[in-house]
């Protein structure tokens, strides 16, 4: 646990130390936010003033919550251990004393630490400023919340690890990575409320982990999910961080038995 612990916090040393990189991130993000808190009012509004269960302020508040969450979940690919698997330089990993999945994890958790105030907190402030923001006064949706988010990355880190471990068959990750960056911004609500979709792709987006990325943690903060409904949405987080990461280690080691060290 100490070896993860340093893991963690060079995660955050490394990510800390491109403060600028942050910050430009923000103002991303928050640029992303106004355009598309206006779009989603604009389409609550079109529809008669409700849409799902969201009005003109939640689906601002979504809109908000989401561009704030995708850098600490990190929605978006990921290429460095695939770009290790190629060069050959995962064979460093292996001889380390420590799991590559484990510590790869504790890093990207100790990455996420670091996002979760500089680019999590500009949207959310301009959003407020802006078109207010619909959230809970009660302290619970927020804990739960934070507990939420912390199972959305361990989901999105098992998701890009399984992408990544491709590089052990695969000579070019490109096709591969456009489809999972598609695939999971659209089910995961980035675009619009996984709530919006038509049945069909509700149904597709559910047996996916996707909506555990984004939805669920949106869900739990805005006090949409509460109680047990809360508790739901968090077990279905913890089977699919569990499930991934015991797929992405069978992976692993399966694929590991390819790597080949030249010169000895």
């Not at 992408?163 to 489809?179: E, P, S």
């Not at 409320?193 to 869900?219: G, R």
């Not at 047990?228 to 968090?234: G, I």
Request: proline content about 6%; some cysteine.
């Amino acid at each position: 646990m100490s070896a993860l612990a340093v893991y963690a916090g060079l995660g955050w040393r490394r990510w800390s130390a491109y403060r600028t990189a942050a910050a430009a991130g923000a103002f991303t993000n928050t640029v992303f936010g106004l355009i598309k808190a206006a779009i989603t009012m604009g389409a609550i509004g079109a529809a008669g003033g409700m849409l799902a269960g969201y009005d003109a302020l939640t689906g601002a508040t979504y809109a908000w919550l989401a561009q704030a969450l995708i850098g600490p979940v990190n929605v978006f690919t990921w290429s460095e251990l695939a770009e290790r698997i190629r060069s050959g330089d995962i064979a460093i990993d292996l001889a380390r004393p420590i799991d590559p999945q484990a510590g790869y994890l504790a890093a990207d958790l100790g990455r996420a630490a670091f996002q979760l105030v500089p680019r999590a907190a500009p949207p959310l402030m301009v959003g407020a400023l802006v078109t207010g923001l619909a959230l809970p006064g009660q302290v619970l949706p927020y804990l739960l919340g934070l507990v939420s988010v912390t199972l959305a990355v361990v989901v999105s880190f098992a998701c890009r690890w399984l992408v990544n471990l491709a590089a052990f068959w695969l000579l070019d990750l490109r096709g591969v990575m456009t489809l999972y960056l598609v695939a999971s911004n659209l089910l995961c609500g980035l675009v619009v409320p996984v709530h919006w979709f038509p049945p069909w792709l509700a149904a597709v987006a559910a047996w996916t982990p996707f909506p555990a990325m984004l939805q669920h943690p949106i869900d739990i903060i805005m006090g949409r999910a509460a109680g047990p409904d809360a508790l739901v949405l968090l077990g279905e987080q913890v089977a699919w961080a569990l499930g991934l990461l015991v797929v992405g280690r069978a992976v692993f080691e399966l694929g590991a038995r390819r790597v080949v060290v030249q010169g000895g």
